[in-house]
């Protein structure tokens, strides 16, 4: 999430009761979590396996619970509890609003756009021009929504990630933690029926230009998905995910967390994807690997009783 303007160091340190270790003069200009973080971002880390990837990552400000030198170029708040301090961050600048109609007053709606009854729009939505959202979709707040898009019944634009920092040390395991991300669904994207895509838990979940979902297919926080992608039924994609330009993924397909797929792949029907795949391929199976290759060695393995029965004929 990028704030408004930049916000001095010093006033975030106040608001959490950080230490300020570095640069006190310094302005921030987001707040991230580690996977997606950029310059004159702010991150937590609260666990060590953790500090030296947050610590050399692209963040200039970190949240942290212990006192450690300042590397060159970053500033840390040191707090005795990193996650409840970006909760605070994140609760100050993205509050909960609540709305009590169905098209909020804040939205924005393009020029020709349409948007049936029962469907809901929230707080400070844009939406392009030319757009058909049917009935029953929820988009909910900040999400961009660009021409020409048209949204089936059912489908949900926006949930929360399911995102939970973890800590077996308490009574509550797992504790939430607040999305401020957004979706963006860029123009001339269509999406099916009872889809439903969750927002970035702090930066975006991207539907690239011309992309088309069919019915019951599940997009993951931080996920970004390229250009001109088509993907069938019951598709299902963790989060942070990169999807490059052109990937056909075919119905009832998961995909696994924080990989890539190269452009132009194609991932045939119920197979799981588990490691970063290259572009220009086809895959299938459990894990995914290449089509070909698979389909050889299948016509091996139907080949072994045959292969059994001539290596045992000549041993009797």
Not at 37 to 47: C, N
Not at 94 to 107: D, W
Not at 202 to 217: A, M, Y
């Amino acid at each position: 999430m990028q704030f408004h303007s930049p916000v001095p160091v010093q006033w975030i340190a106040d608001l959490i009761q950080a230490k300020i270790i570095g640069n006190e003069k310094s302005n921030t200009t987001g707040i991230n979590e580690l996977h997606k973080v950029e310059p004159g971002d702010l991150v937590f880390v609260d666990h060590p396996k953790y500090y030296d990837a947050c610590i050399n990552s692209a963040a200039d400000f970190i949240i942290i619970n212990k006192e450690i030198p300042a590397p060159n170029g970053k500033t840390l708040l040191v707090v005795s509890n990193p996650f409840e301090a970006y909760c605070k961050i994140v609760n100050h600048f993205r509050p909960f609003e609540p709305a009590n109609k169905n098209i909020s007053e804040t939205a924005q709606i393009g020029e020709g756009s349409f948007i049936y009854p029962t469907s809901f729009i929230g707080n400070h939505v844009s939406i392009g021009k030319n757009c058909i959202i049917h009935p029953q979709v929820s988009i909910m707040d900040n999400c961009i929504i660009g021409d020409n898009v048209v949204i089936q019944s059912g489908t949900v634009i926006g949930s929360d990630a399911f995102y939970y920092n973890s800590k077996k040390d308490r009574e509550l395991w797992y504790k939430r933690m607040p999305s401020c991300g957004r979706v963006i669904i860029q123009n001339d994207v269509e999406i099916g029926a009872n889809c439903t895509i969750d927002r970035g838990v702090s930066h975006d979940t991207i539907i690239g230009e011309g992309t088309k979902f069919d019915n019951l297919i599940h997009i993951g926080h931080d996920t970004v998905i390229g250009k001109n992608c088509l993907f069938a039924a019951s598709v299902v994609v963790a989060g942070v995910v990169n999807i490059e330009d052109g990937v056909t993924i075919w119905g009832g397909a998961i995909v696994n967390k924080t990989l890539t797929i190269g452009a132009n792949a194609v991932i045939l029907a119920r197979s799981a994807v588990g490691g970063s795949l290259e572009g220009n391929k086809i895959y299938w199976g459990i894990p995914a690997q290449d089509a070909s290759q698979v389909k050889r060695e299948m016509i091996w393995i139907k080949r072994i009783p045959e292969l059994w029965d001539k290596v045992m004929g000549k041993k009797s």
